[in-house]
């Protein structure tokens, strides 16, 4: 009987298309499967508050799963370089897997896979959270690309990894402690702001499926109307974040049995993960993106830092812009905001109120049941036009345009703000545009 191998989950809460478990199953023996809640580690960005209620429910439902197949979610906390080898000489284990992350954090794995393999510890990593490698996709040149639509069209080409199926059963692991989630503490409870999450979201590999199928047989006919927020999108984005969900399984869906009007808008799905490709991408040659202009020409922008009034009015949907306040109080209540309404407020936060765009990323960051270290930091550094392939800075979204526009009839906005209510503007959209402008006008070329 080999050893034991260890298969460490990280944003990949899944047991189907895993591919770092089925190394482990094709290994044989017994195996531990582990959690570990790391916020030490260099590189490591702890969690916000939607994030961090989430991933409780997510490993709860992770847990339960293993368990239905015979099999053990280990819990453990602590920094990586350190809980690693100790759970390793704990369990006689000479064999540690995992999928690949992309951020700063892979330094921490690089620098464990060398001091395990001089240790004598077997390791393997795998491609399993993205369709394709950062380094795969290259320019000519071979550097990373910096615009969308080409890398795409790269991106696309490459043969995709077929998904593989859950496990049928998994081997009971050597004993070894495990931490109770709830000693964890990542849900909120003075006071208990979730109630409009659970609400919302079922989180788990499950549910997640759940949902990619009820969008391919529903929600995916109508996706060509994606910008109108009262429509709706699939809502895979935090099951993509956690990994519930490979971007593989959804590609491999899309290529399944769908009805005529769904296949029309395959390509536009397809070409939103395609998005989530180049940000992951963009953070793989920049894992300083939450925190640095990608255009180092932005670095002098007249960006203000003041969070006063302002910024808290922005934050609680209290700014007198109905689309804005729409979004924020939709954020505020699911841990989601539509995509074209994070794009209205972003703008109107880096634009009309002339904020750092890093004041709401961190907002974002805390609020978003999807916040992710790329797609995060890019979207936001998209609307700020400090980014890859950026919106230009000076589109100054219109929000009451905007709203014109995707939500005609007022339903979305209606949705979320009470019958009635009006606020007085807090910055007048003409001027603020004006002085946006002028602000951009100050930029060296
Ligand atoms: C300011 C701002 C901040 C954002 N922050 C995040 C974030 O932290 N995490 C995140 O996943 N997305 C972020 N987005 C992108 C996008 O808004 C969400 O991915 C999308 O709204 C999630 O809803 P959905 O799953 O229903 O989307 P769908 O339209 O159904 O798209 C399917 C999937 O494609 C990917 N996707 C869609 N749009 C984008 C995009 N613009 N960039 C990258 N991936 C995309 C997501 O994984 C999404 O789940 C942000 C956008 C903006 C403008």
């Keep these: 009987m080999p050893a034991p191998s260890i298969v460490w989950f990280r944003d990949d809460l899944r047991l189907a298309d895993h591919p770092a478990l089925h190394a482990a199953l094709v290994r044989g023996g017994p195996i531990v499967l582990l959690y570990l809640f790391d916020e030490q580690s260099p590189g490591i960005r702890p969690l916000g508050g939607a994030t961090r209620w989430w991933l409780h429910h997510s490993l709860t439902a992770h847990a ?3 368990a239905r197949l015979g099999g053990r979610l280990v819990l453990r906390r602590g920094a990586a370089e350190v809980e690693i080898p100790r759970l390793v000489a704990e369990t006689g284990a000479d064999a540690v897997f995992w999928n690949r992350r992309y951020g700063a954090s892979r330094e921490v794995d690089a620098r464990l896979k060398s001091a395990l393999r001089a240790g004598g510890v077997e390791v393997a990593s795998f491609a399993a959270n993205l369709l394709v490698e950062p380094w795969e996709v290259t320019t000519e040149a ?23 199926p859950a496990p049928r059963a998994l ?20 006071p208990d702001w979730a109630a409009g999450l659970r609400a919302t979201w079922e989180p788990g590999e499950a549910a997640a499926h759940r949902r990619l199928e009820r969008f391919a047989g529903n929600g995916l006919a109508a996706y060509h109307r994606r910008d109108e927020p009262a ?28 009805g005529p009007e769904a296949r029309r808008n395959v390509p536009k799905f ?22 640095r202009n990608y255009r180092p020409a932005y670095d002098d922008f007249p960006w203000s830092w003041d969070r006063g009034p302002e910024v808290e009015a922005w934050q609680q949907g209290r700014t007198g812009i109905p689309l804005v306040d729409a979004g924020m109080r939709e954020l505020w209540r699911t841990g989601t905001m539509h995509n074209r309404v994070r794009m209205v407020v972003a703008s109107f936060l880096v634009k009309n109120l002339l904020r750092h765009w ?78 946006a402008l002028a602000a951009f006008a100050t930029l060296r070329r």
């Excluded at 397809?270 to 925190?291: C, K, M, Q, V």
Aim: zero cysteines.
């Design 64 to 66: 339960a799963a293993i």
């Design 142 to 164: 071979g550097t990373p690309y910096q615009v969308f639509t080409p890398f795409w069209r790269a991106a696309r080409e490459r043969p995709m990894r077929e998904p593989r």
């Design 171 to 190: 081997p009971a692991g050597p004993p070894a402690a495990s931490d109770d989630l709830d000693a964890w503490e990542l849900l909120p409870t003075r």
């Design 231 to 258: 429509v709706g999108t699939s809502g895979l984005g935090p099951h993509l974040r956690f990994g519930e969900l490979s971007p593989a399984q959804n590609w491999h869906r899309m290529h399944g049995a769908l």
């Design 270 to 291: 397809l070409a939103e993960l395609g998005w989530r490709e180049f940000n992951w991408s963009i953070l793989y040659a920049h894992p300083d993106l939450a925190t």
């Design 358 to 435: 890093r004041i709401g990323e961190e907002w974002f960051w805390d609020t978003l049941v999807d916040a992710d270290e790329a797609n995060n930091p890019g979207n936001w550094q998209w609307v700020a036009g400090s980014g890859a392939d950026a919106a230009p800075y000076f589109r100054v979204f219109n929000p009451d345009l905007q709203a014109t526009k995707f939500d005609p009839d007022g339903e979305y906005v209606r949705r979320w703000l009470p019958a009635g209510e009006r606020l007085a503007p807090i910055v007048d959209l003409a001027a603020s545009r004006r002085d």
